[in-house]
Each structure stands twice: as C-alpha cells, then as structure tokens.
C-alpha cells in the first residue's frame, strides 16, 4: 500500500489501536478496536474519535479533518496488523449509519486492488455473503487473511 | 539502517508501537452498538460457507 498512514500504537494483544490524525480542526485521537464477539474467532473492526472531555469513544463523528485518505489507511494497516497477530480471525465490519457503510463500502473498494491478494473480503446482500465486488451495496463486510499454504508455492 | 517514510509508508504489515497502558482496553467495549450488530448479523446469517472460502 503506497498511502500515507499515521503511525499506530497498540496494545500486546493487538486488538486495541490508536493515532493521532492532524489536520485543520487540529489533533484528534483516534482508536481502533477488534473485539471478539460470541463466535469463535470473529472479530468485530470499528474506530472512532475519543472525546476528550468525556474519553469515550463517537464512532458517529464527522472530524473533517481534511485527512480521511489517511485515516483510511491506518484502518487497512491495523487489519494487516492484526490479522498478523490473528492469521484465522474473521472481521466483521459495519457502519453506524447507512451513509456510513457506504463509505466503508467505497474505501474497500478503493483499497481493493491492494488488499484482495492478501483477503477474501464478503459483503453481505440480504442475509447471505457474497464475495466483494466494487459497486454492489452492502449491508455489512466480512474479511479474513488469505492462507498461504507453502508447500503449494514450492510447486 | 533508518527506513525512510516511503519504505515505512509502502509496508502492508505496519509497524506498530506497543504501548502497555493500551492494554487495558481491551478489557473494554468501545463500540458496543457494533458489537451488537455484528452479533445479531452473524447469529442470523452466520459466516461464509465453506465452499464461498478457499
């Protein structure tokens, strides 16, 4: 990936992210979460911005601070980096509002070329899970590392 | 060697700063909305079958 990204810190686990975005509006902390729900090696991806007054997390902000290409970005380097530390974890990813996964749904698009090498990313239509195409609305998004399997590459 | 930005910006696998007092976030749910719906989502529909996966 040849986008600039803001430098992300974590904890040992790796589920838990964060960085700092700079733009017009000034500096605003940003956090990045994989939490595993009540299935077996799925995880769900969301960020937000911390409210500095309250330090809670509003994933229905709209920052504008000017830098969304690279915040972006470090959301696909924290996936990498956690599917890193969790090579079997499948990702679930949805946006608060409709407008929201619409975005989502534009930046994996975006990201797509880069990552679909690395992924097999689904999004889901009604209630089934199709692999990802650019240009189909999606409800929700389902990612996983691809495995390489060695001995294959060796042949 | 220092890397350079570009080297450091065109690394799929990023380098990540670990920060102990990041820790205890994981022990808190920060989205809990999402988690929510991604529950629901996935208890309903469940993952991909095996023959949509490698």
């Given at each position: 990936m040849?986008?600039?990204?803001?430098?992300?810190?974590?904890?040992?686990?790796?589920?838990?992210?964060?960085?700092?975005?700079?733009?017009?509006k000034g500096v605003i902390r940003k956090r990045i979460q994989f939490t595993g729900i009540n299935l077996e090696g799925v995880y769900n991806l969301a960020f937000g911005d911390e409210?500095?007054?309250?330090?809670?997390?509003?994933?229905?902000?709209?920052?504008?601070?000017?830098?969304s290409e690279k915040?972006?970005?470090?959301v696909v380097s924290a996936l990498y980096a956690f599917c890193d530390y969790h090579p079997e974890a499948w990702v679930f990813a949805s946006g608060s509002t409709d407008a929201r996964t619409r975005l989502y749904r534009i930046g994996i698009a975006r990201y797509f070329d880069d990552i679909k090498d690395d992924f097999e990313i689904y999004g889901q239509v009604a209630d089934e899970w199709q692999h990802f195409k650019k240009n189909v609305n999606y409800v929700a998004f389902l990612a996983r590392r691809k495995i390489v399997n060695l001995n294959d590459e060796k042949h | 060697?220092?890397?350079?930005?570009?080297?450091?910006?065109?690394?799929?696998?990023?380098?990540?700063?670990?920060?102990?007092?990041?820790?205890?976030?994981?022990?808190?749910?920060?989205?809990?909305?999402?988690?929510?719906?991604?529950?629901?989502?996935?208890?309903?529909?469940?993952l991909p079958s095996k023959k949509q996966t490698q």
């Amino acid at each position: 990936m040849k986008h600039p990204k803001y430098q992300l810190k974590s904890g040992e686990l790796l589920t838990s992210f964060e960085f700092v975005s700079e733009g017009p509006k000034g500096v605003i902390r940003k956090r990045i979460q994989f939490t595993g729900i009540n299935l077996e090696g799925v995880y769900n991806l969301a960020f937000g911005d911390e409210d500095e007054a309250t330090g809670g997390i509003d994933d229905l902000s709209v920052s504008n601070n000017g830098d969304s290409e690279k915040v972006l970005a470090t959301v696909v380097s924290a996936l990498y980096a956690f599917c890193d530390y969790h090579p079997e974890a499948w990702v679930f990813a949805s946006g608060s509002t409709d407008a929201r996964t619409r975005l989502y749904r534009i930046g994996i698009a975006r990201y797509f070329d880069d990552i679909k090498d690395d992924f097999e990313i689904y999004g889901q239509v009604a209630d089934e899970w199709q692999h990802f195409k650019k240009n189909v609305n999606y409800v929700a998004f389902l990612a996983r590392r691809k495995i390489v399997n060695l001995n294959d590459e060796k042949h | 060697m220092m890397k350079s930005i570009k080297e450091l910006n065109e690394r799929k696998v990023p380098i990540v700063i670990i920060d102990k007092a990041l820790n205890k976030l994981d022990k808190v749910v920060l989205f809990p909305k999402k988690v929510a719906k991604a529950k629901e989502t996935l208890g309903k529909i469940g993952l991909p079958s095996k023959k949509q996966t490698q």
